[in-house]
């Protein structure tokens, strides 16, 4: 896969936009009206979920710029509840939001990675 240009205009047959509309299956964790989120196929931590907008934004750089207050703040709070349903804040985990291609952003639709469940070291190794 070509990593994405964060800039380009948003695509609705992405992976992720079929899976928002349920023509791809996928394992649900958090669904409400502004998120929904599922398991990574490939999970990269014992912990490892993404979490989407239910609007079409490309990238946290799109969604920062175009989402309502509303939208901003329940996709947020979502990434928290999620959070704290699967035991991670005192522990502790990461959440990642990768932007364009020098971050290696693969899919056209802003997400990010809920990551945890065992210590996860250096956040950009040397």
Known sequence: ?????PTMPYDDQNIFAKILRGELPCTKVYEDEWAFAFEDIHPQAPEHILVLPKGAYVSWDDFSARASA?????FVRAIGKIARDKGLVE????AIAN????????VPHLHVHICG????????PA
Do not use: F, H
């Not at 509303?70 to 329940?74: L, N, Q, T, V």
């Not at 522990?91 to 990461?94: D, H, N, T």
């Not at 469940?117 to 950009?124: D, I, Q, S, T």
């Open 99 to 106: 932007v364009g291609p020098d971050s290696g952003q693969l």
């Open 91 to 94: 522990p502790g985990y990461r």
């Open 117 to 124: 469940g065992r210590p996860l070291g250096a956040l950009v």
């Open 1 to 5: 896969m070509t990593p994405v240009d």
């Open 70 to 74: 509303e939208e901003i703040a329940g």
